[in-house]
Nanobody, 120 residues
């Protein structure tokens, strides 16, 4: 089992940047594929980006070219660099540890989420 704690959310103006971090407990971090999801009230939680154990990445079309997911296995950390933020990026962002198989990401463990608000 792995425990995840997100940080780095906040209020930012349109066009600005934020960097989310996710700290993972336990020694098994490098064995998990990792992902960021986001959710707005009343809607389903959507996959934003994932990164495999070996560092392969994939992004939702809505964030491609603006967001970058990365991981530091030595420090048990996951990151999401978000640039050129738009009001529609406003959501609670969740860190996830899971498995990527047959072109599908399977979520397993969740963090508590961090709020990102993009507004002028």
């Amino acid at each position: 089992q792995v425990q995840l704690v997100e940080s780095g959310g906040g209020l930012v103006q349109p066009g600005g940047s934020l960097r989310l971090s996710c700290a993972a407990s336990g020694s098994m971090f490098s064995f998990y594929d990792m992902a960021w999801y986001r959710q707005v009230p009343g809607k389903q939680r959507d996959l934003v980006a994932h990164i495999t154990r070996r560092g392969d990445t994939n992004y939702a079309d809505s964030v491609k070219g603006r967001f970058t997911i990365s991981r530091d296995n030595a420090k048990n950390m996951l990151f999401l660099q978000m640039n050129s933020l738009k009001p529609e990026d406003t959501a609670v962002y969740y860190c996830n540890a899971g498995q990527y198989s047959s072109d599908t990401y399977y979520p397993a463990y969740w963090g508590q989420g961090t709020q990102v608000t993009v507004s002028s």
